[in-house]
Structures are given as structure tokens and as C-alpha cells.
């Protein structure tokens, strides 16, 4: 049983450059969902697709945050011209949703640790 | 005022003891607990996960919820060097995915 799989797992970076991160979920897994963490803090909700839909965006999401689930299977997310404040860990997670698999637990990845310099 | 309040520690303990983290929470929507291991540089692990108010007990981990107080514990029994890390609560209500998390306790388990 594979788990949720993250890459790449360290992102150096220049502020104003784009990046982008992918989430492989748990094969069987329809929801997946991104948070971000900061040192010392939880982590805080981003945003979660149940198959390719994005059933949900936090107020977090700027407009230069973006997030894509297309086939309903791993997932991207995309920040466009990068500022210091966005340096954080950004974590993925899927859980598996529906008949009888009503609000599974959530199995989260390793992350992504995005520096900017 | 945060949903959920977690006190951060860093809470040292000798091996062998019996440990007991917090959480307590202001939406009374939340029905559904969980309770996440993390170590440096890696991602939450899931330790407890309950419904509603009551115990569960998996291994050295009872989890208990109490939904008056809306207050939430994890006890860890015979503590061992190997459980030091960020002990991480999370809720949801069940009507969204979104779970919301404690700021997580640091605890140091000293051989």
C-alpha cells in the first residue's frame, strides 16, 4: 500500500519566480486536499477536489494560487510569482469518499518545503 | 479567537510516563477527531481518529472526546523515547473536508 506521494520534496527558489508541486494520492482515494504548514503552526486548509471537481478554496488561496486535479487522479498546485510570505511546507493528504466511506480520515504525504529567497 | 487551541509545550517527559494531550474547540458543529503524529521534516502521521464523544483505545493511545466541555485528550501510556514529536489535533464537522487543526504540542520523551 503505497502512501500519498509529494514532489518535489525541497523547492528553492527566487521570489517572483512560479512554481509548481504534485500530489500523487492513495491509489483508491477520490478526495485529495492541499494545506499549508509554517514552522511552529498546524496545518491550515487550502483547498480539496473530490475527483476532478474543487469542491472547496480557502480564503488562503490567493489568485496567485492555483489547483488541478484533471483526471481525477494526482493533483498540482501552482503559485505564480512567489513572495517571501509563501514560504512554508505544502502538504497533501487524500481519503477515500462515498457510499459508506462518509468523512474517512485524512492520509497526508510528506510535503513539499518551499523556500524563497 | 482560533476554532481550535492546542497549548504548544514543548512538554518533556522521562521514559515510562503517562502522557496527556489537549484540545479544546469553540465550534460545536465539530463531530469528527483525529489525532496526527509528526515528526521533523515529515508529514502528519494518523495515530486516533473518533466520532462523536467517547474513548477509544488503540495500543499505549486513548483517545477521548468530550463534547460538552468540547474538549479533546490523548494519553500516551509507557512513554518511550521513539514517541518524541508534534502531537497534532484536527476536527471537522463532517459537512466539508476541511479539517482544522491544533497549533500541535512539541513532546520530548528523555530516556
Known amino acids: 500500500d503505497t502512501g500519498v506521494s509529494q514532489n518535489p520534496r525541497h523547492k528553492i527558489t527566487k521570489r517572483g519566480q512560479n512554481v509548481t508541486f504534485r500530489c500523487d494520492p492513495i491509489s483508491e482515494h477520490n478526495r485529495l486536499y492541499w494545506y499549508r504548514q509554517t514552522l511552529g503552526q498546524g496545518p491550515e486548509f487550502l483547498t480539496y477536489?473530490?475527483?476532478?471537481?474543487?469542491?472547496?478554496k480557502s480564503r488562503l488561496l490567493s489568485d496567485r494560487f492555483s489547483a488541478e486535479r484533471p483526471k481525477g487522479s494526482f493533483s498540482t498546485l501552482e503559485i505564480q510569482r512567489t513572495e517571501q510570505g509563501d514560504s512554508a511546507m505544502y502538504l497533501c493528504?487524500?481519503?477515500?469518499?462515498?457510499?459508506?466511506?462518509?468523512?474517512?480520515?485524512?492520509?497526508f504525504g510528506d510535503g513539499t518545503r518551499l523556500s524563497i529567497l | 479567537q482560533k476554532e481550535v487551541e492546542q497549548d504548544p509545550g514543548p512538554l518533556s517527559v522521562p521514559e515510562g510516563a503517562i502522557v496527556s494531550l489537549n484540545c479544546t474547540y469553540s465550534n460545536s458543529a465539530f463531530q469528527y477527531f483525529m489525532w496526527y503524529r509528526q515528526y521533523s521534516r515529515k508529514g502528519p502521521e494518523l495515530l486516533m481518529y473518533?466520532?462523536?464523544?467517547g474513548n477509544k483505545e488503540d495500543g499505549r493511545f486513548t483517545a477521548q472526546v468530550d463534547k460538552s466541555s468540547k474538549y479533546i485528550s490523548l494519553f500516551i501510556r509507557d512513554s518511550q523515547p521513539s514517541d518524541s514529536a508534534t502531537y497534532l489535533c484536527?476536527?471537522?464537522?463532517?459537512?466539508?473536508?476541511?479539517?482544522?487543526f491544533g497549533q500541535g504540542t512539541t513532546l520530548q520523551v528523555k530516556p
Open positions: 473518533t466520532y462523536s464523544s
Open positions: 477536489f473530490q475527483n476532478e471537481a474543487q469542491l472547496e
Open positions: 493528504a487524500s481519503s477515500p469518499y462515498g457510499q459508506g466511506l462518509l468523512n474517512q480520515p485524512q492520509h
Open positions: 484536527a476536527m471537522n464537522s463532517g459537512n466539508t473536508g476541511k479539517l482544522i
